[in-house]
């Protein structure tokens, strides 16, 4: 028997992809964020949301990756925006093998932002970096503040939480302690920006838009104006 | 069930440092996988043996080790496990400086393995 001391991390050749996904993107000046939550939460929402407060003359893709169907992509192309659906036939999460072809499909020269629905899933879509500039995870008002105990690693791997649907705060029901969640927040992720939105009532997508212009602008100077 | 996506990487890596070694048989598998990865060596295991069917890998036994997640006060440097449920997980226990840095928690590593 022998016994050999390996050391290695199991997700380096994820990493090593990721790490061409941002070289491509930054040869391209494309910047690409990686929206994460639950199933319900308000993704889709969000985005549509989002591509209606971002500049008019940012060009935004979308990618959606779903299960099945295309509903969310039809939604995205009839919002304005470029949309390029992946149908992960089963796989609860996307990998970069799978997000590849959808790049292939998107102009990269003539986009300023790749906005990516992961799959509606708190725990593999955490485990694989898709190589995007921003993880901006969702978290639902009616999920609960305690979702963070359950799904630590989502949050701490997200750069944005956008705390969703806070119109449901004014239910006589709710239960939801923002600053428990933020205050869990800060021991597991301290770098992590917090926003909160509500797509029905158009609340709170001004600051969310303008943590992503800043994040454009660190990597498109040229947009820094828009 | 989540083990399924990392497994598979598990068992590609396992065979691929088989390879280097020019190994045999690998026996046991030694991860390190942090408190947040919420892994459960038995269903390592199942996805391993599926993963590893037919190769150097086949039969070879998972052993987890499950590390902490470990914060490091950025004030006084003292090392803690923040407890999420006792609301004052954001702050130092010795000094309360809210001004931390996680160091340990998210790791998925092959620490070593046994082979023939």
């Known amino acids: 028997m022998n016994v050999t001391q390996v050391r290695r991390d199991i997700l380096q050749d994820n990493k090593a992809q990721a790490q061409n996904i941002r070289n491509l993107l930054a040869k391209n000046g494309v910047t690409m964020i990686n929206v994460m939550a639950s199933p319900g939460a308000g993704k889709t929402s969000s985005i549509l949301r989002i591509i209606e407060t971002m500049p008019k003359d940012c060009s935004i893709a979308v990618i959606e990756a779903d299960i099945d169907s295309m509903v969310d992509s039809i939604k995205v192309k009839d919002a304005g925006a470029v949309a390029v659906q992946i149908n992960t036939g089963g796989s609860c999460h996307l990998e970069i093998p799978m997000l590849e072809p959808a790049l292939d499909l998107i102009d990269l020269r003539s986009t300023d932002l790749i906005i990516v629905e992961n799959i509606g899933n708190l725990v593999c879509t955490a485990e694989f970096d898709i190589g995007a500039d921003a993880n901006v995870m969702l978290l639902s008002v009616p999920e609960g503040d305690d979702k963070i105990l359950k799904y630590p690693l989502m949050f701490s791997i997200c750069d944005a939480l956008v705390i969703s649907k806070t119109d449901y705060l004014a239910l006589p029901s709710n239960d939801f302690d923002p600053q428990r969640l933020t205050q869990r927040l800060a021991a597991l992720n301290p770098e992590a920006q917090v926003f909160s939105t509500s797509a029905y009532e158009n609340q709170g997508f001004e600051a969310l838009c303008g943590y992503i212009r800043g994040i454009i602008a660190a990597k498109a100077p040229a947009c820094n104006n828009r | ?29 030694h991860l390190i996988a942090g408190a947040m990865r919420h892994l459960e060596q038995e269903w390592v295991q199942y996805y391993f043996d599926r993963f ?38 954001h702050e130092c226990p010795h000094c309360k400086s809210a001004s931390i840095r996680r160091i340990s928690g998210g790791e998925l590593i092959i620490k070593q393995i046994v082979w023939e």
Not at chain 2, 1 to 29: F, P, Y
């Open chain 2, 1 to 29: 069930m989540h083990e399924l996506g990392v497994t598979k990487l598990i068992a590609q890596t396992v065979i691929d440092e088989a390879r280097k070694v020019e190994a045999h048989r690998i026996v046991e598998v």
């Open chain 2, 52 to 89: 590893s069917k037919g190769s150097v890998a086949q039969d070879a036994q998972i052993v987890l080790e499950e590390t902490p997640i470990v914060n490091e006060c950025q004030a006084c440097f003292e090392l803690y496990s923040p407890n999420l449920e006792d609301g004052h997980s």
